[in-house]
């Protein structure tokens, strides 16, 4: 339909649309007056500012904890990085599979493949003298240092495997640590003994069903205490001569993909490729609990931080309440011009949200303040002394901002829905 306003012939689609500005300003107005306005009761300008200063604080602290626990996990991330490839192909059952020259051809040629190591992996009993360690001994051919950061974070000595038959060790610092292994090459290194178990060993005696090796320190890696207190790595031939592995036997394949691919997509089209006789596994799925935990605890702090903000909720619902007691004349006035039921209730529900809006953007803002200036100067440190870092890492996401400011207003437009119903229901009276 169409009017005709002030000679000019206006679509009724516009006039509703203008007619909907007016009216949110209007209420917008109304809400920002009593908000400034001089009380009778002194009390409801302090609840009223107490409330916006509790919503500024929880949203404040939310963004916060959140921002660190980003900056966190991205540290986590980083470092479990340097360890875990981006695809790791499994035995379906038992510790090991059978892998021919071919299928490693093929997995080569793969495109999403840039490319890829075999392990052979076990537990082992490492030996220096009377100092001794259980560790995770992984087995590797010159392809690791391609696949997997662990060479980049070799801090003491050097990182090299050796050979079959001259295997060499690049240990944990942990593991340095436990079983006091010389990697210095100004002083004489003492041999290290590794205790492996033999594959599918028949002999009744246990100690003809383990194979003991020696083999030289070459360096040490420190990347996270997971790591390194548990592995050390060495050359994948000598590995499968002591474990009397078949030629195309191995524990593991890991695998770097190139840039620009997705790893669930492309697990996916390799697990097709390989069969039912493997497992394949994204860089997340190789430590699940890890991320999980991580989650967990994020969404368990932001949960404990919102009870503050449902806190501030009731001190709304108390200033609202008495804001609209001290209005009575107000509304009966508004009533007199023809405001009806709704238009009073969306007035007190924009105080409210005023309220809300004022406390949330204060306490956004200030969060983005304290993080941005501890992006810059490092201002709150880390106690203990890590390696890695002395200061608190935060890292800023749109989102987080994003569910905060919804989270706020939900709890505000909540709050203020009861004094607002009420002020809706009064009776007029105009005296």
């Not at 070459?218 to 996270?224: D, E, H, L, P, R």
């Not at 702090?301 to 009870?307: D, G, M, Q, R, S």
């Not at 009731?314 to 509304?331: G, P, Q, R």
């Not at 007035?347 to 501890?374: H, K, R």
């Amino acid at each position: 339909m169409w009017f005709a306003v002030c000679g000019f012939t206006v679509p009724a689609d516009s006039l509703t649309t203008t007619n909907l500005k007016l009216q949110t300003r209007m209420y917008l107005t109304f809400a920002w007056r009593y908000f400034r306005a001089k009380k009778s009761a002194n009390a409801i300008n302090i609840i009223a500012w107490v409330t916006v200063a509790v919503i500024a604080f929880a949203t404040c602290c939310q963004v916060l904890v959140l921002s660190v626990f980003n900056g966190f996990e991205d540290l986590v991330k980083s470092l479990y990085s340097s360890f875990y490839t981006d695809i790791k192909v499994l035995p379906a059952t038992g510790k090991t599979f059978l892998l021919t020259a071919d299928q490693i051809a093929t997995l080569k040629k793969f495109p999403s493949v840039e490319n890829l190591s075999l392990v052979a992996e076990e537990k082992a009993l490492l030996k220096n003298q009377d100092a001794q360690t259980v560790v995770y001994l992984k087995g590797v051919d010159d392809n690791y240092e391609k696949v997997s950061g662990v060479a980049a974070k070799t801090n003491r000595g050097r990182y090299f495997t050796g050979t079959t038959g001259d295997p060499e060790l690049v240990a944990g610092s942990g593991i340095q640590n436990a079983v006091a292994i010389n990697v210095n090459p100004a002083l004489p290194s003492d041999p290290l003994t590794v205790i492996l178990p033999k594959k599918n060993s028949l002999n009744n005696d246990p100690l003809q069903s383990l194979s003991e090796g020696t083999l030289k320190a070459a360096g040490v890696f420190t990347i996270q205490q997971e790591f390194d207190d548990r592995y050390a790595i060495t050359n994948i031939g000598f590995v499968k001569q002591q474990m009397s592995f078949a030629a195309d036997e191995y524990s593991a394949v890991e695998i770097k993909l190139r840039e620009k691919t997705i790893p669930e997509e492309e697990k996916n089209k390799l697990a097709l490729l390989l069969g039912k006789g493997y497992k394949v596994q994204t860089k997340y799925e190789q430590n699940t609990s890890l991320y999980n935990t991580m989650k967990l605890e994020k969404w368990a702090i932001y949960a404990v931080l919102t009870l503050i903000l449902i806190i501030a909720a009731f001190n709304m619902i108390s200033a609202l309440t008495m804001l609209v007691l001290e209005k009575k004349k107000d509304i009966s006035v508004l009533q007199s011009m023809g405001v009806n039921k709704p238009g009073i209730l969306k007035i007190f529900l924009s105080e409210g949200l005023l309220l809300g809006c004022i406390g949330t953007i204060t306490g956004i803002s200030m969060a983005t303040i304290i993080c941005l200036l501890q992006v810059k100067f490092k201002l709150v440190k880390l106690q203990g002394g890590s390696f890695l870092l002395d200061y608190f890492p935060v890292k800023l996401i749109a989102t987080d901002f994003l569910l905060v400011a919804f989270t706020a207003t939900a709890i505000a437009f909540a709050a203020a829905w009861f004094p607002a119903k009420k002020a809706s229901n009064q009776n007029f009276e105009l005296r």
